[in-house]
Structures are given as C-alpha cells and as structure tokens.
Nanobody
Framework: QVQLQESGGGSVQSGGSLRLSCTSSGHTAIGYCMAWFRQAPGKEREGVAAMGIGGGSSDYVDSVKGRFTISQDNAQNTLYLQMDSLKPEDTAMYYC????????????????????????WGQGTQVTVSS
C-alpha cells in the first residue's frame, strides 16, 4: 500500500510561483509512474504532468507547458511540481497520483494522464491564483 501526501499549495497572485511536494510512505512509490492532476470546481479532474518510472520521460498538458516542471527526488521519496508564471485558470485542487508497473505504467515511458490509470492518490492541496 502506498500513501501519498501533498503539500505546498497556497494563494498567490498571477505571475507568481509555487512548488508542490508529494511524499510517499508505506510501500515507497519509487519504481512507480507518477503524475499530478488538478480539479477545479465544477470541472473534471485533468492531468497536468506525468513521469515514467525513474523519471525517464515526462509530459505536460498543453496549458502548462513551459510553466510547470515535474521532478522526483528518489532519496526523499518525493515528487515535485514547480509551477511558475501562474494564472488564475490554474486555480484548482492539485492531486498527486502513483501507478505501479502495469499495462498503464510501462517502464520509463510517460503514462497517459487519465485518472482511471492511476491506483494511488493523495488528498490534494489547494492552489489559488488571483488576478
């Protein structure tokens, strides 16, 4: 069993930055595919960034490319999402997710950012960007 805990959310003005962290405990998420999702009120949960096993590859939703960076510190069992040039439309609850090796997590390949493809989830951290 993997437990995920996000932190680092908060309120910032447009153009600001935040760094989200996701720490795994229990059975470590090292060796899993990892991703960040977000969900705004009244909207479906969408994938923001994803990473293959060991950080071999990564991908981003178009709306955050060039502004967000996903990274992983295996020694600390921690996944990060660096968010720069934040916009009001980035306001959402952000979730960390992990998927063990499977049909949905094939080695270092970037997994598809679909919620149903991820088994473990954190509780979320709120990000609010004001204009």
């Amino acid at each position: 069993q993997v437990q995920l805990q996000e932190s680092g959310g908060g309120s910032v003005q447009s153009g600001g930055s935040l760094r989200l962290s996701c720490t795994s405990s229990g059975h470590t998420a090292i060796g899993y595919c990892m991703a960040w999702f977000r969900q705004a009120p009244g909207k479906e949960r969408e994938g923001v960034a994803a990473m293959g096993i060991g950080g071999g590859s990564s991908d981003y939703v178009d709306s955050v490319k060039g502004r967000f960076t996903i990274s992983q510190d295996n020694a600390q069992n921690t996944l990060y999402l660096q968010m720069d040039s934040l916009k009001p439309e980035d306001t959402a609850m952000y979730y960390c997710a992990a998927q063990p090796p499977s049909l949905f997590c094939l080695g270092r390949n970037t997994p598809k950012m679909e919620p149903a493809r991820f088994k473990y989830w954190g509780q979320g951290t709120q990000v609010t960007v004001s204009s």
